[in-house]
């Protein structure tokens, strides 16, 4: 009613001579309509994410729909696709042993498992019954004992016979052991790993199960390997997320450790990081009760000169000896330890030991110098106890790499690399020779999906190779070990999703574009469709109104290089009408905030569109590795503004094209990288971009971590002439340009966000207030740097200001907001 009075008016106001700026009332009420709470019971599943059989091609997925869920079993030789149980059936054996009642459409069965014959499923059912689950009633009469923390959910064990559809309650199931969170398993389960005050110990089998049991049991036997661990320079690895309180109360606990265990388990490797010199970084959590904590965590800073150094490690059981391996090679240099790769088939397994890459007598790891020009490809040989530099990369700007992957028994390795522009396959021998280039031409090859050595081809994914798509647009490949003609698998002008079985004889294929919907097939190894599995049922999310958003492409800056968007319309879209633009950016350079596949995730996107603008995800050169290196490299040394010219030249080109676009009324919005990025659009494209909602940004590339900073702008390293290294990092910052500011700013941040640190916002307040702006602050309470909790209170927020400073609407929404509180349950 209120938008048709503001129309009314308008033209009254024209009829009589006079010009006003026509505003619009925001439409909470569809904007409300598709929040995440709403759409997790509109969309359910999108993939079919099968759960390969060891012992033959079948495999098992679980799958959701508006009719509830469901289990099949398929086997590819057959082209059949059976439930996996009569879940009506099911559901009422179940009832009879748990006394909760369940029904087939509404079942829920956790961590579902087929045993090793592969003619049975293991599964677990929770019940409503609630059991007190420590025996130290002392401990639960000292902490309350009606406490929660002292009481579990009941949770019955069954085994499932399918030939025979024989339900069995399995009693003795939870005296099997559980892998604890501390606990490193030997491939043999002979002994366990774990840390504690800092140095490395191990416990036997017989003590791990009294520890599954009671893990404060006094009779355990525990027995050091170490004793130079020491806080930051210790045996497992030094994370964040505790404040100095829960640490103080957690240091005597065991805690894991990462180690790769050689096949016979009795050696393995590990890296241990010294952060001790690292300065101090700390985050106030100030809603902790009774007073606020303090958290300190080490965080390098780029250019900074303390940085952490890493050590390889080798022990031997045999000889009880812990050795440092000897690899100093570059100054600050990182360190990888490449491990072996698990059967795809092993993803249900209770207990999967990581072993190392390289046989018993050889070890593969990376090394990386600090500046990321130079890449090695070591093996450390333990029967000469040396290293061997198998591959040496180097480049002007930094390196990219993923795992190579040994075949032939460690004879050859397949690695990737982009030293000719696009990231391409090379096939090397043990010596370090190259033997030959397996994929080449102006295409990305994304990752090896499976390496079949009978046949001797490759399995990979790549994009940009099929004329007339968008270059995102992942398809499955094969190419012969030997070289020659590359095969495509799944062709299709779509986003595709494999997995391709162990023996790559079968592939599970989702594809979708944005404005499509995912469709899941069984391929064979050749690309022949084997039969239909699943089309996702979107059914709810039409009937509320949905549609679907509209891919488009423009050009870059330079008029030349072809750039990839998508556009998010309200779904009540009138084409008479004019509408701001929001552009929801995240500059990269590890990604682009711009999907590819149909996604339920709509916050920021089509959800943010309902309010009444037009939104665009788009990409920028510099943005995405997914393209050449050229593409991906393009902000190297221009981090902060690298990105913002395609931005303005999407503005320009989308309101040439379409007339529904108003070109005075462009915001911006993004989170992280994106905070960083809109609030800069703001500061260098004044004129353009008029209003910003900037969370989490930083906004100091300075004082954000060393890693991303030093890689994607870069870090000069000087040598002295005597021969002294040190680096030099130099970029430009957010708050210099405080003064440009002309239109409206939202700043937020968590105030314990310890990825991107709340001071990084901070600081650009400050300049703006010293720079005499108005601007708008917004501090979310005990947040990290996602928001967690707090997300949709922020969405609300975010809805609020758009439309005030580019709708018009200045009518004062309510302090209570209705549309976030009234689907809550109300406490009585």
């Avoid at 308008?10 to 009420?29: D, R």
């Avoid at 390098?300 to 940085?307: I, N």
């Avoid at 028994?409 to 396959?425: P, Q, T, V």
């Avoid at 929801?584 to 709509?602: C, H, I, L, R, W």
Wanted: aromatic share 12%.
């Amino acid at each position: 009613m209120k938008q048709i009075n503001t129309l009314i008016l308008m033209i009254l106001l024209v009829g009589t001579g006079y010009s006003q700026e026509i505003s619009y009332s925001g439409n909470y009420e569809l904007a409300s309509r598709f929040s995440p709470d709403k759409i997790r019971k509109m969309v359910f599943s999108t993939r079919v994410d099968p759960h390969w059989m060891k012992n033959s091609d079948r495999f098992w997925y679980e799958y959701e729909t508006s009719e509830g869920r469901n289990w099949y079993v398929v086997d590819p030789s057959r082209k059949t696709k059976t439930p996996l149980f009569d879940r009506d059936k099911l559901a009422a054996e179940i009832t009879k042993v748990v006394k909760d009642p369940y029904d087939g459409q509404h079942l829920k069965l956790n961590n579902l498992k087929f045993l090793e014959d592969e003619n049975a499923i293991r599964f677990e059912v929770e019940s409503s019954t609630e059991m007190v689950m420590k025996k130290d009633w002392a401990e639960i009469k000292e902490k309350n004992s009606n406490a929660k923390d002292s009481l579990e959910k009941k949770t019955f064990f069954f085994r499932y016979t399918i030939g025979n559809q024989q339900l069995v309650e399995m009693l003795d199931a939870e005296k099997d052991p559980k892998r604890l969170s501390w606990a490193n398993i030997a491939p043999d389960s002979s002994r366990v790993l774990f840390v504690r005050n800092h140095n490395l110990y191990m416990m036997d089998k017989a003590n791990f199960l009294k520890a599954v049991k009671d893990e404060k049991d006094s009779t355990i036997v525990e027995i050091q390997l170490t004793t130079n661990g020491e806080e930051n320079y210790s045996y497992t690895y030094d994370g964040r997320g505790d404040d100095n309180v829960e640490a103080e109360k957690s240091k005597d606990d065991r805690k894991p450790v990462r180690v790769l265990w050689n096949k016979a388990g009795n050696e393995f490797v590990m890296t241990r990081t010294d952060q001790r010199t690292v300065k101090d970084l700390w985050v106030i959590h100030n809603t902790r009760d009774p007073r606020p904590t303090l958290e300190t965590y080490k965080y390098a800073m780029p250019g900074e000169k303390e940085q952490p150094k890493t050590d390889l490690l080798h022990y031997s059981f045999e000889s009880k000896e812990m050795r440092q391996l000897p690899i100093a090679t570059f100054k600050d240099q990182t360190v990888g330890v490449w491990s072996e790769d698990y059967p795809i088939s092993s993803r249900d397994d209770d207990f999967r030991p990581s072993f190392w890459l390289g046989d018993e007598d050889e070890v593969y790891f990376s090394i990386t110098s600090r500046d990321l020009k130079r890449v090695d490809v070591c093996r450390w040989n333990l029967a000469s106890n040396t290293k061997e530099v198998v591959i040496e990369e180097r480049s002007n700007t930094y390196i990219d790499f993923i795992e190579p992957k040994l075949i032939k028994n460690g004879e050859e390795l397949i690695w990737w690399s982009e030293r000719d522009g696009w990231g391409h396959f090379y096939l090397y021998g043990k010596d370090g020779t190259l033997k030959r280039q397996l994929t080449s031409g102006p295409f990305h090859t994304a990752g090896v999906e499976r390496v079949d050595e009978r046949n001797g081809r490759l399995f990979f994914a790549a994009n940009g190779r099929e004329k007339g798509e968008d270059p995102y647009y992942e398809h499955l490949y094969s190419v012969s070990l030997s070289g020659g003609a590359i095969s495509l698998l799944n062709p299709g002008d779509f986003n595709h999703q494999m997995s391709v079985n162990d023996n790559a004889n079968f592939v599970v294929n989702t594809y979708s574009r944005v404005n499509t919907t995912p469709v899941s097939v069984l391929l064979d190894r050749n690309g022949n469709k084997v039969m239909e599995l699943e089309t996702a049922d979107l059914s709810q999310l039409f009937a509320a109104g949905f549609q679907f958003p509209e891919p488009f492409k423009f050009k870059a800056d330079d008029g030349i290089t072809d750039l990839y968007g998508v556009m998010y319309k309200p779904f009540d879209f009138d084409s008479t009408r004019k509408y701001p633009l929001v552009q929801y950016v995240y500059p990269g350079p590890q990604t682009e905030a711009v999907d590819k596949s149909f996604s339920a995730n709509m916050d920021r996107t089509d959800r943010l569109a309902q309010f009444g603008f037009v939104v665009v995800t788009l990409g920028n050169r510099g943005g995405h590795p997914s393209r050449s290196k050229w593409y991906h490299n393009y902000g190297y040394g221009d981090l902060r503004d690298y990105g913002l010219a395609d931005k303005k030249a999407a503005v320009d080109q989308l309101a040439d094209r379409f007339d529904f676009i108003d070109r005075s009324k462009v915001g911006i919005h993004g989170h992280s990288g994106g905070g960083f990025m809109s609030t800069a659009a703001m500061l260098v494209y004044p004129d353009v971009f008029k209003v910003a909602v900037s969370s989490a940004g930083n906004h100091e590339n300075n004082i954000y971590n060393r890693w991303w900073s030093e890689k994607h702008h870069g870090v000069k390293e000087e040598i002295s002439a005597k021969g002294d290294t040190t680096f030099v990092y130099q970029i430009e910052k957010n708050p210099d340009l405080a003064a440009n500011l002309k239109g409206h700013l939202m700043l937020s941040t968590g105030d314990v966000d310890n990825n991107v640190h709340p001071a990084g916002t901070i600081r650009m307040a400050e300049a703006l207030i010293k720079a005499g702006k108005r601007f708008e602050f917004v501090i979310l309470p005990g947040q990290r740097h996602g928001y967690g909790s707090m997300r949709e209170y922020f969405f609300w927020k975010m809805g609020d200001y758009f439309t005030r400073h580019l709708l018009g609407d200045n009518t004062p929404p309510p302090v209570d907001m209705i549309e976030m509180q009234r689907d809550k349950p109300k406490d009585n």
